[in-house]
């Protein structure tokens, strides 16, 4: 069973459409993160949420991008607006779960913006 | 500003030794980690080192030196499922913040 479960693996979007992507967590864990990787580069951090509310982000997370807690369990990110250069492989991730003093991460979604 | 260098790629064959290298320039430094990801695969831990010296697990070891801002990972006894990328990766503060990512190592292992 997955520590960290993201939906849905694999989305399409028009521009200009928002897009909610959807983590659920190690369960009863504060800290929670997006991360982000555009195709063949790095992993860029976008934000961290600790106990319902953003404690940290990127340049990267502006305006156009939320996140929020909608219960006990679920993670969203909301990209309002999409842009052909949000698409990317988004990954959420929490510290923990099998490892001690790493981070675990999503399967990820890929958003393909079209 | 925050910078992570590593190799771009390595090659090597089954059954040897590579050392993938990782210099960091970053505003605070509280531990180096690596992270090996297949193609599409979500980023999966291998290693962590706050203090300086070796860290080994299994096949795995990775060393710190926070006076050279320097790190690597070595890899022993290279299997072809060891082919993948490695991202090392600087956590700056102490509080679970966010991780900065080095642009990862293509490492190609052939039999």
């Known amino acids: 069973e997955p520590e960290v479960t993201q939906t849905p693996s694999h989305q399409v979007t028009q521009m200009g459409q928002e897009v909610i992507l959807r983590c659920v967590p190690i369960s009863n864990h504060l800290y929670f993160y997006w991360y982000r990787q555009i195709l063949g580069q790095k992993v860029e951090f976008l934000v961290s949420f600790y106990n319902n509310e953003i404690s940290e982000k990127s340049e990267i997370f502006d305006d156009q991008f939320s996140v929020e807690r909608p219960d006990g369990s679920n993670f969203t990110l909301k990209i309002r607006s999409t842009k052909l250069e949000d698409s990317a492989m988004y990954f959420c991730a929490t510290p923990g779960g099998t490892t001690t003093y790493g981070y675990t991460f999503g399967s990820g979604t890929r958003l393909t913006v079209v | 500003g925050q910078s992570l260098e590593q190799p771009s790629e390595v090659t090597a064959v089954e059954g040897a030794i590579v050392q993938i290298n990782c210099t960091y320039q970053?505003?605070?430094?509280?531990?180096l980690s690596w992270y090996q990801q297949h193609d599409g695969g979500a980023p999966t831990f291998l290693s962590y080192n706050a203090l300086d010296g070796l860290e080994e697990t299994g096949r795995f070891s990775s060393f710190l030196s926070r006076s050279d801002s320097y790190g690597y990972l070595l890899l022993q006894e290279l299997q072809m499922k060891d082919s993948a990328s490695y991202f090392c990766?600087?956590?700056?503060?102490?509080?679970?913040?966010?991780?900065?990512f080095g642009k990862g190592t293509t490492l190609s292992v052939s039999s």
């Open positions: 970053t505003s605070g430094f509280y531990g």
């Open positions: 990766a600087v956590r700056e503060s102490q509080a679970g913040t966010a991780l900065i």
